[in-house]
């Protein structure tokens, strides 16, 4: 374990151009910062500073930029950027330049349709078609030095304690935007994305169903997807998840969302779309819906059975223990660089030897 490795300071983050700053103090100064969730990374990287052997040895650095890094980091060993929000999963071009990339969403992409919905699976295809596009010339090239890891929650959860699902007065609830793009051009608001198709039927039928129901049923749709010095438009939104029982996870541009993280920690119950077929995914709690349509008689079926909310509230409280918490993360990607040294070690004995002489901390 390495205690004292708590500065952060090789853990920094792109601010735009060759500006750089460690990943603490944009913490303090920016608490909504884009360029990476910044509560929940700070978290992962003060973990992995303790997990990791030689983690002072390393540079991590958090960037959206698939296309280049500042140039000042040219040539320096163990550089590891933490890619955020590509939602196209494109393989970074300075992908052979550095020692490791983890991607938040990861580097493969899948189609996920719907039955019964020509249009959204049309769409579906098209969007498949247009990410292969932007990953040429690289089509077939999966790197072997890229891993993916989950969004993690993008604003800083409270820690209260967590309410038992039949204790919560908030029976189903969504918060997020349908477009952000409701002022561009004509033809993209005619096309809609997966996204807002999605969306847009959920809660179309949420509204339907509702109707006549005794349930508590919270939808909130926000403008748009703040910026790094936006206060939330929603402060509340800790305290409606803390307060649900069923968290509707519709998709993004990307499968992955925030609010799958989001409402595992909170311990919902998830209903979701098809998942992105990455590790952390494998084992997720979440009911999968193909069919919106599906959705009323699932939530009737649901709020109906407080034994399997329950037991569905469990689930998700153990996702998160096992798998999404920072230590979870940190210790995937611990074992992820881990890996790469021993084998780097073994291709070239000099090397290791060389490692091995050299002042890195080593785990307890």
Known sequence: MNPE?????????????????????????????????????????RELSRLLPGFDNYTFVFTRDVGELPEKFAGTPLL???VMGDEWGRIPAYAESVHAIFKAPGQHIKIATHTGWPRFNAMALLQYLR?????????????KNI??????YYRLPKTDDIRPIMERSIDASFTGSLDHRSNGSLLRRVAKTNKVLSRERLVRIVDQWKQGKPYTIDVKL??????????????????ILM??????????????????????????VLIA??????????????IILKDWRKLPAL?????????????????SLDYWDSTLAPTNIAGYMSKQLSAMQAKSANDDPAGAQDAEESPVRKAA
């Open 299 to 315: 939530l009737d079926e649901l709020l109906a059975d407080p034994a399997r909310l329950n037991a569905l509230q469990q689930a």
């Open 5 to 45: 490795a708590e500065d952060l300071s090789n853990c920094l983050i792109c601010m735009g151009g060759e500006k750089t700053e460690v990943i603490t103090s944009v913490r303090e100064t920016l608490p909504f910062a884009l360029e990476c969730n910044i509560d929940y990374f700070t978290s992962v990287m």
């Open 243 to 268: 307060d649900t029982k069923i968290c509707l996870c519709p998709r993004g541009t990307h499968l992955e969302t925030y609010r799958l993280c989001e409402g595992s920690y909170y311990g919902c």
């Open 222 to 239: 926000s403008k748009s997807f703040p910026k790094a010095t936006d206060e939330p438009e929603f402060n509340d939104y800790p305290q």
């Open 147 to 152: 891993f993916a890891i989950p969004y993690g």
């Open 80 to 82: 590891v950027p933490i």
């Open 131 to 143: 990410v292969q596009v932007k990953r040429y010339p690289n089509y077939w090239n999966q790197k």
């Open 273 to 286: 779309e098809e998942q992105p077929d990455h590790w952390f995914a494998a084992t997720s709690p979440a």
